[in-house]
């Protein structure tokens, strides 16, 4: 006779990137024991692995993990941890006077992803020429820091003028280093503005300090602020 199957809930969540709703279920056993397996490893790469393999077993509709932008890949592992493990979070904030940490309690459903107003992915670099921006997927995490010009270069998907579109793929790396390198300081600032404002999870968080009793008002921005 077959063992019984435990009954799993299923949640919805609107995808930050196109507004979707799409369906997923909590952690298992099997999920915890990669998640743990990667937080042992503490490498970043394994962490990330193991986040988008959590998404693909957890996720029951067809969407394609490697080209989610990663604002939405850290909304989706948030949600899942969620439902999971608990709404509630505690983490340590340290205060902005005395320093003293404090263990301050996240509720995890009122993080969302923030989407500046006036970002757009469709840059106008000169009255007729411009780039439209794709944003970093999970196969580039961590380049930012290490190498902010390829990731700017993985995430030019067009180059256009008045006249014609160059689709990633129609210029070599070449051509696309001569064009970079061509730009003052001024029209590239353009596409790092692109960077500076694209959607991120932030939430501000109000606490007073239990050594000096100040009120603080920090901004946390990224999956890695809401876990302590």
Known sequence: MALPKLNVPVYEAILPSTEKVIKFRPFLVKEEKLLLTAIEDGSESSMMLSIKKIIENCVQDDIDVDKLPLFDIEFLFLK???????????????????????????????????????????????????????????????????????????????????EETHEKGSFTETELDEFLESMDTVVFGKINQFFETMPKLRHTVNFKCVSCEKENSLLLEGIESFFG
């Open 80 to 162: 899942l941890r969620s439902k999971s493990v608990g709404e509630k979070s505690n983490i340590g904030l340290s205060c902005q006077e005395c320093e003293s940490v404090n263990q301050i309690e996240i509720d995890m459903e009122e993080i969302k992803v923030d989407k500046p107003t006036g970002h757009t992915r469709k840059i106008l670099l000169e009255d007729n020429i411009g780039v439209m921006m794709s944003y970093p997927v999970i196969s580039t995490s961590g380049i930012v820091e290490k190498d902010g010009m390829k990731i700017i270069k993985d995430c030019i998907s067009m180059i256009f003028t008045g």
